[in-house]
């Protein structure tokens, strides 16, 4: 019996660690594209409407609120309601150290700076 739970075992972790890497996927997928990464990139400095995130980003409205729709659905930005306005902010720190952590790399590679830990 002992085999057959460990086996059992041994599959339901290997699933959990597939699962993991696909989530892990779509959420890099998400940050390639760089008006959204850009709305994390200001969410991480602390929450903020449309208005704002449309300024910060250069981006048109209709486009910013597109995107932000799509953090919202992926469960990466949450909302509360303000009055008549939707203020959004990151759903955890997790994202915003890795927003910053990838910005971190394109310094790097900007300013052509060693690699380090």
Known sequence: MSSRTDLADAHRSQQR?????DVAASVLALLADRTRLALLERLGRGEADVTTLTEA???ARPSVSQHLAK??????????KDGRRVVYSLRHGH?????????NVADHQIAHLP???
């Open 17 to 21: 660690a597939e699962a993991r890497l």
């Open 57 to 59: 980003t250069g981006a």
């Open 71 to 80: 953090l919202r659905l992926a469960g990466l930005v949450t909302t509360r």
């Open 95 to 103: 994202l915003r150290r890795l927003v910053d952590e990838a910005l």
């Open 115 to 117: 690699p380090h830990d």
